[in-house]
Nanobody, 124 residues
Framework: QVQLAESGGGWVQTGASLRLSCAAS????????MGWFRQAPGKEREFVAA????????SYAEAVKGRFTISKDNAKNTLFLQMNSLKPEDTAVYSC?????????????????WGQGTQVTVSS
């Protein structure tokens, strides 16, 4: 049973930083492309960032480009999302997800495994 477990969320003020982590239970983590998505109350889930299986290529939503950085540590089976200059509109539940086929994707439907999510709240 593959598990993805997010951590690192919390309550911060505008302009602060947070680093989210996503620990994977699978030994094939290095073969997966990974992504982060978020869902705010009353809104659809939206793409945040994704990276290739080796972490060398990344894609970002326009809303977070220049502020968020996705990274992947295959030796530790862990995905990260460094979030800087946080804004109230970044408030959401953030979930990591895996594409087992290994292709970087920005559409949620391509993802095979999902974590439960971690809450990020940014106050003004």
């Amino acid at each position: 049973q593959v598990q993805l477990a997010e951590s690192g969320g919390g309550w911060v003020q505008t302009g602060a930083s947070l680093r989210l982590s996503c620990a994977a239970s699978s030994r094939t983590f290095s073969k997966w492309a990974m992504g982060w998505f978020r869902q705010a109350p009353g809104k659809e889930r939206e793409f945040v960032a994704a990276c290739s299986r080796d972490g060398g290529t990344a894609s970002y939503a326009e809303a977070v480009k220049g502020r968020f950085t996705i990274s992947k540590d295959n030796a530790k089976n862990t995905l990260f999302l460094q979030m800087n200059s946080l804004k109230p509109e970044d408030t959401a539940v953030y979930s990591c997800a895996a594409v087992t086929a290994g292709f970087l994707r920005v559409v949620a439907g391509y993802y095979d495994y999902w974590g439960q999510g971690t809450q990020v709240t940014v106050s003004s």
